[in-house]
């Protein structure tokens, strides 16, 4: 069983900032493309950001471009996602995701985290 771990969510004041991260086992990490999924409340999963391997070329979701970032630490085989100027929409539990598919990483992903809350509020 592949784990994925997030950790760094919580409650955060709109305009403020969060990094998130997820642990990723070694040869996951090496050879999976990354990326971070969020699901607001009573709406479905949705994409915000990817990160490929090995060259770690990124993508976002238009509603968090400029103000998220994705990154990948390979010393610590994690994937980061600092996220600013945060907004009360941007409320959701968020999860990390590795997929062998660069292409599928916007819809679907081979391996899940668990979630991490974020409550950004007003």
């Known amino acids: 069983q592949v784990q994925l771990v997030e950790s760094g969510g919580g409650l955060v004041q709109a305009g403020g900032s969060l990094r998130l991260s997820c642990l990723a086992p070694?040869?996951?990490?090496?050879?999976?493309?990354m990326g971070w999924f969020r699901q607001p409340p009573g709406k479905e999963r949705e994409f915000i950001a990817r990160?490929?391997?090995?060259?770690?070329?990124?993508d976002y979701a238009d509603s968090v471009k400029g103000r998220f970032t994705i990154s990948r630490d390979n010393a610590k085989n994690s994937v980061n996602l600092q996220m600013n100027s945060l907004k009360p929409e941007d409320t959701a539990i968020y999860f990390c995701?590795?997929?062998?598919?660069?292409?599928?990483?916007?819809?679907?992903?081979?391996?899940w985290g668990q979630g991490t809350q974020v409550t950004v509020s007003s």
């Open positions: 070694g040869r996951i990490f090496r050879t999976y493309h």
């Open positions: 990160i490929s391997r090995p060259a770690g070329f990124t």
């Open positions: 995701a590795a997929d062998s598919s660069w292409a599928s990483l916007v819809s679907s992903a081979d391996y």
